[in-house]
């Protein structure tokens, strides 16, 4: 059997392993080397992220625990380049390893999941809302305190199951991941106004050692700038933000044309408050106008709401 050209490594989710065959079709399109069928191999890897269940990742770590063991394997020669979405990254990459190529996005909004209710405005009084991000649970919180929000972790068609046992009466996903499961018909897609995404939503996210210059080349040949300089913007964002974990943080940017709008926000926890800005300017300045975005919102919000 001929050994692979290149090694894809990811988590072994279902979306996971979705977003992957996704890269792996792109760069055989992209890459004559890469066309054969056995040219590109997919390396499923299991996750401290996923191992966690029974707690929100904020209490275990925060970003990087989707990663860890995936950028591991590429330290240790394993694979050559993992595919991630691009929402659990860390904000900076450990030296050595480089975000080498994007897909292009996908759609960035929430998705409502609650039987035949389709707005958050129409849940019942009271009504149980099961999610483990901080960002979905504090948006939620500012439009309807009156939300019983609890704890629901678990891979997509883990929470949907739990929601339709009863569990919960409603949760909220990423429809960027229903859409490529091909399940975008179970809920109803959030407004952004009412929930900004979180940064790197719908994105996913191809990442390689800096020195492995015939991945990083092949890789070049799939990556989509215009996603990249959206994300770079985002990121840069975070990156100003990224003093508490635990602080729920949203951030939208897109390009039309040259022209980037950046839209971001933080918020308390339990929603009491929403802090938002936004950025307009030319795609050249994405990751200065994060940080300008990023640098707001801290000075807004003072260090007593960082510590919250």
Known sequence: MTAPLLRLGTRGSRLALTQTGLVRDALARAVPALAAPDAIEIVA???TGDAIQDRPLSEAGGKG?????????????????????????????????VISAFLPREDTRDVLIAGEVRRIADLPRG?????????????LLHRRPDL???????NVET?????????????????????????????????EDEMLPAVGQGAV??????DDARTRGW??????????????????MLAVLDGSCRTPIAGHAVLTGDALHLRGLIARPDGSEVIFTERRGSAADAQAMGRDAGHELKRKGGPDFFAT
Do not use: W, Y
Not at 220 to 225: G, M, P, T, Y
């Open 127 to 139: 009504a149980i809302v099961g999610t483990s991000a901080l960002r979905r649970r504090a948006l």
């Open 219 to 236: 890789l070049a040949a799939i990556d989509h700038a215009a996603t990249s300089v959206c994300v770079s913007a985002e990121h840069a």
């Open 45 to 47: 890897i299991k996750t």
């Open 159 to 191: 929470r949907l199951t739990k929601r339709e046992a009863g569990v919960v009466q409603a949760t909220i996903l990423a429809l960027a991941g229903l859409n490529r499961l091909g399940m975008a018909h179970v809920g109803t897609p959030i407004p």
């Open 148 to 154: 019983e929000i609890v704890t629901l972790r678990g």
């Open 205 to 210: 996210c191809i990442e390689a050692r800096a």
């Open 65 to 97: 625990l989707f990663v860890k063991e995936i950028e591991e394997a590429m330290f240790s020669g394993r694979i050559d380049a993992a595919v991630h979405s691009m929402k659990d990254m860390p904000t900076e990459q450990p030296p050595g390893l």
